[in-house]
């Protein structure tokens, strides 16, 4: 209900008693999701579920640009190429070291 009533409201600014609910929230879910996916996969701890997480977004992330760039192609993307099992992780690899402080500016003195 402070919901549906907050969405009448400024939706720039929230009262702190609906942020507190919505972390709740947040929390319960994040919990559901943890346990119903360890029942589908084999993932033991949250640690390696974030781990997971943050490689899914690394690869995605990686293929957004890859494909922005025109690094690959979206027809490789809809043909499941298989050249792109290898260059993703691999491209991600390098895309990663590219966000990290920038570790491959040739111009960067260490």
């Not at 507190?20 to 559901?32: G, N, Q």
């Not at 996916?37 to 949250?46: A, L, N, Q």
Request: aromatic fraction near 10%.
């Amino acid at each position: 209900m402070k919901l549906r009533e907050q969405c009448l409201r400024d939706v720039t600014k929230y009262p702190e008693d609906l942020l507190d609910i919505l972390r709740e929230f947040d929390e319960k879910w994040a919990e559901f999701e943890f346990s119903y996916v360890s029942r589908m996969c084999p993932i033991k701890t949250p640690e390696e579920l974030y781990q997971q997480h943050l490689t899914t977004i690394l690869f995605s992330e990686t293929t957004a640009t890859a494909l922005k760039d025109r690094i690959i192609a979206e027809d490789q993307m809809s043909s499941y190429d298989p050249a792109l099992m290898l260059a993703i992780p691999r491209l991600s690899i390098l895309f990663g070291l590219e966000q990290e402080c920038g570790l491959l500016d040739l111009e960067r003195n260490f």
